[in-house]
């Protein structure tokens, strides 16, 4: 005579529930870090200005033998597909840059490459190891002929913000790419001179190509080099 049986129920635990927002996730900020962790701007090809801020602790970037290794360095990494290094400024515990990408993955991968030289060239100079910059970059694209020249501007005479050089005779920043740009006003208040030293034999960085660049920023005008940015 057949028997019935009973079908048994297991008790199994939740599945995992991966995705969504959930408190505490996703990648922390550093504890020196004040930039927020934002979406990067959409663009296609265009010029944008980047500031570094250096980690706490690592010496002034404006000594003659960081300027010199990161001038060789640069000589080296300042073009690849769809990225380009145009102009940059070092300051004690900050570095500026001016560069042009083609969208947002060249910028990603020119920038990683840019960021790495850079670190290396700064232990290199300095006999150090380790992290050189506090937290990830920050970006602003430049979009009209005005913020580009703005960004010219404060990068290539960042050195005179921050109470350098300041006479009459106005040196070109030697920690920047100042000497190699050809946007400067002369005028008869300020004489300028090219910075002490002999120049690199070999550019530090790359031709600019877009419009903004080359031709657009020059509708409000040239730059005065004894200009102090605000």
């Known amino acids: 005579m057949a028997t ?9 635990p939740e599945p995992a529930r991966w995705g969504g927002r959930r408190p505490g996730a996703g990648r922390k900020r550093q504890p020196d870090s004040d930039v927020p962790h934002r979406s ?3 663009f296609s090809t265009a010029p ?7 980690r706490s602790g690592v010496p002034s970037l404006r000594t003659s033998r960081v300027v010199r290794e990161v001038e060789a360095s640069f000589s080296r990494g300042r073009a690849r597909p769809g990225f380009r290094l ?3 400024s070092l300051q004690t515990n900050h570095v500026h840059l001016v560069v042009e990408s ?3 993955v060249a910028l990603g991968r ?3 490459a840019i960021c790495g030289r850079l670190a290396r060239a700064v232990n290199r100079a300095l006999g150090r190891s380790g992290k050189v910059f506090a937290d990830r970059y920050h970006l602003h694209v430049l979009k009209t002929p005005r913020e580009v020249h703005h960004a010219l501007r404060y990068v290539l005479l960042n050195g005179r913000k921050h109470g350098r050089n300041l006479s009459r005779v106005v040196r070109l920043d030697p920690a920047s790419s100042a000497r190699w740009f050809d946007g400067w006003r002369r005028t008869s208040r300020t004489r300028v001179v090219a910075p002490k030293g ?10 600019a190509r877009t419009w903004l660049l080359t ?11 004894g200009d102090v940015p605000g």
């Not at 944008?48 to 250096?54: A, D, E, F, I, P």
């Not at 002999?198 to 530090?204: K, R």
């Open 40 to 42: 990067r701007p959409k």
């Open 86 to 88: 145009v102009h940059y």
């Open 215 to 225: 031709t657009g920023w020059r509708r409000h005008g040239l730059i005065d080099p």
């Open 110 to 112: 020119g920038m990683m």
């Open 48 to 54: 944008s200005h980047v500031t570094l801020r250096v």
């Open 102 to 104: 083609r969208n947002r």
């Open 198 to 207: 002999p120049a690199p034999t070999i550019v530090p960085v790359a031709r």
């Open 4 to 12: 019935q049986t009973s079908q048994l129920t297991l008790e199994l």
